[in-house]
């Protein structure tokens, strides 16, 4: 967890992310960019001490961290976590688990994780460490129940990365957990609009001795229309099968070609064109074939040229 804590506070140390700049955090930002560390310290010192800067505090504890002085980490990220700076609460939450100089204290790393999970200014970014203490019981008692409902509202929250559902929705599908994955994936989709969950879900509804392939083109659709055109080639591919209950060859010829020209691709004309050359595949079409291989070579794709004039 120690890369957390300098990864943290990385952005800035190097840029600066608060809507008004402190001077000495700028300052000390133009140090760090010229590689004058101990200058740059000073400034985010004097920031935190003289003006009260949480982020200026935040840097300072990093550098001291970096530099294995790990009690005046602790009190600088502790100004900062005070003033609900949620990445500094964070590192400390880090620290206590780490054991960085301090007594490990699982409780009181759980503290930390909490007050960074719930934030004021960002519910979602800080929330993986807490609902991960409660699911195993680290700190506390073991509680899932609470676990998820941590990570589904902060897989929701507005001010959070619409991919938090997406990765949420791995830990537990890694962890063998469809039914939650799927739960989490569902939130990013519909919720986030988030196109890994959206195709992660059709994915998951391919699989098994019960696949539900009008839920799986529905999630591809959605996934689609967001303008991922390998989603919209792989539903074109799910309507080409005869063998599933939504074949339909109109529906795969429209999304065969959203899929081919609505970003002029020619990779992807050329891989619509190789699949109609495809006896055993559900739109055997030489002649299809041949329109998109001149679309690939409309788009600048050589290899689409030869094949077009191997087709008669």
């Known amino acids: 967890m120690k890369k957390v804590v300098l990864l943290a506070a990385v952005s800035l140390l190097l840029g600066g992310c608060a809507l008004f700049v402190n ?6 930002n133009a140090a760090m960019k010229s ?19 949480r982020y200026s505090c935040n ?28 990445n500094s609460c964070e590192a ?16 009181k790393a759980l503290n930390y994780y909490e007050q960074a999970c719930y934030s004021a200014s960002s519910y979602s970014s800080n929330c993986d460490k807490t609902a991960e203490f409660y699911k195993n019981g680290i700190g506390t008692e073991k509680n899932e129940a609470k676990a998820q ?6 897989c929701t929250d507005t001010y959070g990365s619409k991919n938090e559902c997406y990765n ?49 083109s529905s999630y591809l659709e959605k996934a689609c229309n967001a303008w991922n055109m390998e989603s919209c080639y792989e539903l074109a591919v799910l309507y080409a099968d005869r063998k599933n209950p939504i074949a339909n060859a109109n529906m795969a010829k429209q999304y065969f070609d959203k899929a081919c020209t609505a970003k002029k ?48």
């Open 265 to 312: 691709d020619a990779d992807m004309c050329y891989k619509v064109g190789l699949l109609y050359t495809d006896k055993r595949g559900g739109v055997y079409n030489m002649q299809e074939a041949k329109s998109y291989f001149k679309k690939a070579c409309d788009f600048g794709l050589k290899d689409g040229c030869n094949a077009a004039k191997k087709i008669q």
């Open 23 to 28: 001077e000495n955090l700028k300052a000390g």
């Open 92 to 107: 400390l939450g880090d620290i206590y688990s780490n054991g960085d100089g301090v007594t490990k204290d699982y409780k």
């Open 59 to 86: 840097n300072f504890g990093v550098y001291s961290h970096q530099n294995k002085d790990y009690v005046q980490a602790v009190a600088y990220l502790q100004k900062a976590c005070n003033m609900k700076y949620e």
């Open 35 to 53: 590689g004058n560390y101990e200058e740059a310290m000073r400034y985010f010192q004097t920031g935190c001490n003289g003006d009260g800067d």
């Open 149 to 154: 409902s941590i990570l589904e509202r902060a």
């Open 168 to 216: 949420f929705g791995m830990s537990y599908l890694n962890s063998g957990d469809v039914e939650k994955a799927k739960n989490f994936f569902e939130l990013g989709c519909e919720g986030r609009h988030s196109t890994s969950s959206c195709i992660k879900l059709s994915s998951l509804y391919m699989q098994g001795s019960q696949k539900d392939y009008f839920k799986a």
